[in-house]
């Protein structure tokens, strides 16, 4: 792949990637792909459980266990048991989404008894007419009549909509 250019041009690539071969160990022959060093082998174990020799022979003591406990506060105290448990809370979702923040109860306004009705008839409307679409027992003339109630409930629910926004209020609040 070499171009002509002499060995000690450094945009040789060739060159540039034996002396980075050399520098890890590795030798690289003419015609021949560069091989890593043979790794060691480990020694076979006869058991086949065992870790090796910086696992402990023996099971942790009480005291070992106290001490792990006094590092790590938060595993609680096991022998408390779930009533008296003297370990952390779990915290539910909310908590750890809002903290310490209520948010502020929206202020509606209470609906009149004509927008109470449209949504009824809206509501209601649409459940007869399912009814109807749905099963025999209905007779189709009910279905009829929820479809029109539907279309009542919705007209009667837009004509009270506000036709325009306040100009000074774009919905922000600090």
Same mark, same amino acid.
């Given at each position: 792949?070499?171009?002509?250019?002499?060995?000690?041009?450094?945009?040789?690539?060739?060159?540039?990637?034996?002396?980075?071969?050399?520098?890890?160990?590795?030798?690289?022959?003419? %015609?021949?792909?560069?091989?890593?060093?043979?790794?060691?082998?480990?020694?076979?174990?006869?058991?086949?459980?065992?870790? %090796?020799?910086?696992?402990?022979?023996?099971?942790?003591?009480?005291?070992?266990?106290?001490?792990?406990?006094?590092?790590?506060?938060?595993?609680?105290?096991?022998?408390?048991?779930?009533?008296?448990?003297? %370990?952390?809370?779990?915290?539910?979702?909310?908590?750890?989404?809002?903290?310490?923040?209520?948010?502020?109860?929206?202020?509606?306004?209470?609906?009149?008894?004509?927008?109470?009705?449209?949504?009824?008839?809206?509501?209601?409307?649409?459940?007869?007419?399912?009814?109807?679409?749905?099963?025999?027992?209905?007779?189709?003339?009910? %279905?009829?009549?929820?479809?029109?109630?539907?279309?009542?409930?919705?007209?009667?629910?837009?004509?009270?909509?506000?036709?325009?926004?306040?100009?000074?209020?774009?919905?922000?609040?600090?």
């Amino acid at each position: 792949m070499s171009t002509g250019r002499s060995p000690s041009d450094p945009r040789d690539v060739d060159a540039e990637f034996a002396r980075m071969l050399e520098g890890e160990g590795m030798v690289v022959r003419p %015609g021949r792909a560069p091989q890593e060093p043979a790794a060691p082998e480990e020694p076979q174990r006869d058991d086949p459980w065992d870790i %090796g020799p910086e696992s402990p022979a023996e099971p942790p003591s009480d005291e070992d266990r106290a001490r792990s406990r006094a590092a790590h506060p938060a595993l609680g105290d096991p022998g408390a048991g779930i009533r008296g448990a003297a %370990g952390p809370r779990e915290l539910d979702d909310e908590e750890v989404l809002y903290g310490d923040f209520e948010p502020p109860d929206p202020d509606l306004p209470a609906p009149t008894t004509g927008t109470l009705w449209a949504w009824t008839a809206l509501a209601g409307g649409f459940a007869l007419m399912l009814a109807a679409a749905l099963t025999v027992v209905v007779p189709t003339i009910l %279905g009829w009549a929820g479809g029109l109630c539907a279309i009542g409930g919705l007209v009667a629910l837009l004509l009270r909509a506000p036709r325009s926004r306040d100009e000074d209020d774009d919905g922000a609040e600090v």
